[in-house]
C-alpha cells in the first residue's frame, strides 16, 4: 500500500500498487470529488525554453520525434532540430530488472549527454535517473516512481 493525498483538498488515501494494471490511474477523492491522476513507473520528462512535458513511458521501445501532421511517435516535440524519428528510450525486463537505455536512430543534429559527447547511431547508452539527454534544444530527463 501506498499513501497519495488529493490535490485539492489533501485528503489522505491508500492505493494497492499490485492491483494495478496500467501506467497511469484516475482517482476520484470521496471528500471533494476533484479528480487526481497517478503515474507509475518510469516518466521521460521533456523540457524546453517555453514547454514542459511528461509522458509515461511502456514496456519496450518508446519512440521521440518532431511533432508534424503525420508524426506517429510517443513522445512528439515541437523543436525544429529535432528529426521525425530521432530517438527511442528502450525499457526491458532482464532477470527481473529494469533496464532503461536510450538510443539516437541517426538524428541529423544528434543527440548529445550531459556532458556534450555526442551518442553514436543506434548503439544503447544506459538511462539513469541523475543522467540527462539533450535532443535539439530539448532535455530529456527520467523520473523514477
Do not use: W
Amino acid at each position: 500500500m501506498k499513501m497519495f493525498k488529493c490535490g485539492s483538498c489533501k485528503t489522505p488515501y491508500k492505493i494497492d500498487e499490485t492491483k494495478i494494471q496500467s501506467t497511469q490511474l484516475t482517482v476520484n477523492c470521496s471528500k471533494c470529488g476533484s479528480k487526481n491522476v497517478l503515474r507509475f513507473g518510469p516518466l521521460l520528462i521533456a523540457q524546453s525554453k517555453d514547454s514542459l512535458q511528461q509522458v509515461s513511458l511502456k514496456m519496450g521501445a518508446n519512440t521521440i520525434g518532431r511533432k508534424t501532421d503525420n508524426s506517429k511517435c510517443d513522445l512528439m516535440l515541437n523543436d525544429e532540430y529535432v528529426s521525425k524519428q530521432h530517438a527511442t528510450v528502450y525499457i526491458e525486463n532482464l532477470d527481473n530488472k529494469l533496464y532503461i537505455s536510450f538510443v539516437d536512430n541517426g538524428s541529423l543534429n544528434g543527440t548529445f549527454t550531459k556532458t556534450k559527447s555526442k551518442l553514436k547511431k543506434d548503439l544503447k547508452y544506459p538511462f539513469l535517473q541523475d543522467e540527462y539527454f539533450i535532443v535539439g534544444l530539448t532535455k530529456l530527463t527520467l523520473k523514477l516512481n
